[in-house]
């Protein structure tokens, strides 16, 4: 299994990116998927998961502002980022689980996945 992320950049605070990861060997609609992040000497926060089949959930910190998405023709899963905030600033990772979506899906722990994608960095500045 191969997860590899694209779209991260240097934006301004109040400016949006997105955020995609493409996978291989894994059915992305299939299995529990989220996004992580690592801001700078911290350690890893949940960002966003799909909890079931079209249910999502989000941590505090990006509710409102982030939003989850896929595509099952590309099988790709996507973050898209609003209103960024300079607290933003971090490495973010896509995340898979042999779990099936269908069985439901664990709490945004980064030990709940098995794949991860080598991230891709967002700098948010004032």
């Known amino acids: 299994v191969q997860l590899v992320e694209s779209g991260g950049g240097s934006v301004q605070s109040g400016g949006s990116l997105k955020l995609s990861c493409a996978s291989s060997?894994?059915?992305?609609?299939?299995?529990?998927v989220a996004w992580f992040r690592q801001p700078p000497g911290k350690e890893r926060e949940g960002v966003a998961r799909?909890?079931?089949?079209?249910?999502?959930t989000y941590g505090d910190s990006v509710k409102g502002r982030f939003t989850i998405s896929e595509d099952n023709v590309q099988n790709t899963l996507f973050l898209q980022m609003n209103s960024l905030e300079p607290e933003d600033t971090a490495m973010y990772l896509c995340?898979?689980?042999?779990?099936?979506?269908?069985?439901?899906?664990?709490?945004?722990?980064?030990?709940?996945?098995?794949?991860w994608g080598q991230g891709t960095q967002v700098t948010v500045s004032s």
């Open positions: 995340a898979a689980s042999l779990r099936k979506r269908s069985a439901g899906c664990a709490q945004l722990r980064a030990d709940d996945y098995d794949y």
């Open positions: 060997r894994l059915t992305i609609r299939a299995h529990c």
């Open positions: 799909f909890l079931r089949a079209n249910k999502s």
